[in-house]
């Protein structure tokens, strides 16, 4: 059963549970009687008022959608069952949702059941906002799924992410991932994105759960053996349209990773040649995408970007088993991309257009 209470605390605390679906898993596949009032009471006071969301809260508007869902769904279940009451806390905490307007700033919670289901990684978001970089996207889950079946694999690299948002995937590095004993120049992940307000988020999501990394707000910078080794995190400013291939050498990936980077038509053009510029500095570097299909015209462009400059996607098979997250991710892919010819290390391709 504790592994039960487990699940229905964690998934109500990813922030992404469609409400039904949470009451079919607590009644369906947890077993748990609703009616016993002692069951509803643990429900509230341990999930639907978990402590630290005092501080670092939910979406309202979610807090009481799942709320008013499991309120019906009780008041059904009472017409059906004698003598059954409803915890009256629960009505007093939807009333509460219901006076509040909701904050702009959300905190999604994320446990890895097969690893260490205790620990808790805190997000920030800030899905309302048009800014992508400040929520957390399908693909971002389903790149550090396939790092966590694959850790191995990721160990002892140097890696480039683009387009990192939120930066979970530098957080999953640190805790799951990374080796305590080598330095920053052996094993590490440069995290970038192109917004000041996206990389600030990315830092304080760092900060938030106790992660140590390097913030370069303004462009990004060599990780030697000579600096603080435990940073094996930076987050430095990358954007796509004016990346050059002295930003490149300067982190010398071996892996580069991006995930749901390819969704814009109109900087398409410019991703790929960063890519292509990862490729000038290492022929050899092994390239990640995990990617969600929205349209096909947008990943037949970015396709066609590729074959210009002689990359081609081959789609990496992971069938997810066993999976570590309880969030869903709808239709993502992992692709692994490779450049068939070899260009000059100094030769900095032109912008196409
Ligand atoms: C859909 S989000 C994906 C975020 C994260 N990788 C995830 O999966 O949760 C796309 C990301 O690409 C970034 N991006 C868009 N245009 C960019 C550019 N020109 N240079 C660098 N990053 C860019 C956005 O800021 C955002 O973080």
Redesign the pocket.
Known sequence: MQQQQFAIKQRYLSGYEQPRQWIDFIVNDCQLDLSNIENQEWLCTNVLQYPSCKLYPLSHDYCQFVLKELIQYLEALQQKTEEMEIFDALYDSLVQYQTKTNTHEWFHRIFIQQENPNHEFILKVFPEFK???????????F?TEYMLHNKTHFQNRRML??????G??AMICHEFIFESNHSADKECIVV????DS?LWNSFENMQLNHIPCLFEENQVSSLDSKEDASKKIQIAK????T?TLEQIQTIQPNLLL????I??TS?IS??VRVVDLCFTCDAEMECLF?ITKRNENTFALFEAECAKRGIHSEVVPFSNPSPHFYVKFRDSTIITLRRFFKQKKDENLAFVA
């Open positions: 800014q992508v970089g400040l929520a957390m996207w399908p693909s971002g889950f790149i992410e683009l387009g990192s948002g939120i979970f995937t970038t994105d192109y917004l996206v990358l954007d796509w349209t990346c991006a995930a749901d980077v969704y814009d900087v410019h991703l995990a």
